[in-house]
């Protein structure tokens, strides 16, 4: 496969994700492309991670993991950085729109985070000989995967939609702070996980790979951002059309 | 003499054997037997090939499990948005 097919692949999705944002027009159905786009990807994923892709060195063929694992964890590290970007948009000017983003890239950054995490406990299996090790990658992934279940545990306690968007911004910022953190702790601690791959350091094959896997857990982070926002949305309608409380009438 | 000294002493034995014998020394325990020595590794192609290349064997089914696992999460969330999906009701400004 050539390089460049999946970074063809890359910008069509961006720039429909841009599409959907700029383009009012195009909402209806844009989502609905880049979905479909991203199941015959998927297909295409599965099989040039099980078929095309050479084995590893010495993983063998337990390293084609890592062609689902990595993307997973890179749209955990996407949604929960849009989160960041929502909750700090909200507290500088006040819009239910980036709450309303900010609610849903929580909830889809922790899908893609918990599968994640749980394949790469499929792949430590038998390339560690444990399915977890208290390691320094782990431990901060996994502290991080809770702080946002803790973000969206708040907002469903908080019946207020003003109080509500502004603690989980506040929260969102404060478990922000554990991106870099996980992101890192293979080079700042003594990880058993491995640090952190380059372009030099891949073979370009692999890489095509990887790339296009990133590429279909984009065409599905996409859709996924759209209807968990819409739904957030409708929420936040919702909330704010109900009654006020009648008062208690007084005793004659 | 020496008859009657050796009368006393046939005669004395009975009389001694009521008091408790020394004990016997307890039984050195054995030690335990060493273990075997593991086999010498071995190989048609030699030693080298019987020490294992250092790469994992097989493991399909993990690989396996991984991408259904994944499969499963992006159809089950698309479920999950779909049940969720606001009513047209619910849309109403």
């Known amino acids: ?19 959907h944002v700029a383009v009012a027009s195009v909402r209806p ?13 998927f ?16 993983m063998s063929n337990v ?20 989160n960041v970007g929502c909750a700090f948009a909200y507290l500088m000017k006040k819009s239910w729109v980036t709450d309303a983003l900010a609610e849903a890239s929580a909830e889809v950054g922790i899908l893609f985070g918990a599968v994640g995490v749980a394949m790469g406990s499929i792949w430590a299996r038998p390339t560690w000989g444990v399915w977890w090790d208290w390691d320094p990658r782990l431990i901060s992934t996994t502290v991080m995967l809770l702080a946002y279940v803790g973000y969206l545990a708040l907002r469903s306690f908080t019946e207020d939609p003003e109080r509500r968007a502004t603690w989980s911004a506040a929260v969102g910022i404060l478990s922000g ?76 | 003499m020496k008859s009657l000294l050796l009368a006393l002493a046939l005669l004395g034995a009975p009389v001694f054997a009521d008091i408790a014998p020394e004990p016997a020394p ?22 080298e090939k019987a020490m294992g290349s250092g790469v994992i064997q097989g493991g399909w089914e993990y690989v396996y499990a991984a991408y259904i696992l994944g499969a499963v999460g992006v159809l089950g969330y698309a479920a999950s948005l779909y049940a969720r999906r606001p009513k047209p009701s619910e849309n109403a400004p």
């Open chain 1, 1 to 19: 496969m050539p390089a460049f097919v999946p970074l063809i692949l890359l910008v069509v999705v961006l720039g429909a994700m841009v599409a």
């Open chain 1, 29 to 41: 159905w844009l989502w609905k492309a880049v979905a479909a786009l991203g199941v015959v990807l």
């Open chain 1, 43 to 58: 297909i295409g994923l599965w099989y040039l991670g099980l078929f095309y892709a050479p084995p590893e060195a010495f």
């Open chain 1, 63 to 82: 390293g084609r993991i890592l062609y689902v694992h990595v993307p997973n964890i890179w749209m955990a590290f996407l949604a929960f950085g849009l």
């Open chain 1, 177 to 252: 702070v554990s991106l870099p953190i996980t992101y890192y702790s293979v080079r700042w601690w003594n990880s058993l996980h491995q640090v952190q791959s380059t372009t030099a350091s891949v073979d370009k094959t692999m890489g095509s790979v990887l790339l296009w896997g990133l590429v279909t857990l984009l065409c599905f982070f996409f859709p996924f951002m759209v209807k968990r926002y819409e739904i957030a949305r409708a929420n936040q309608t919702a909330a704010m059309a109900l009654p006020p409380l009648e008062p208690r009438p007084e005793a004659a």
């Open chain 2, 26 to 47: 307890p039984a050195e325990p054995t030690p335990p037997a060493p273990p075997a020595p593991a086999p010498a590794p071995s190989h048609p192609q030699g030693i």
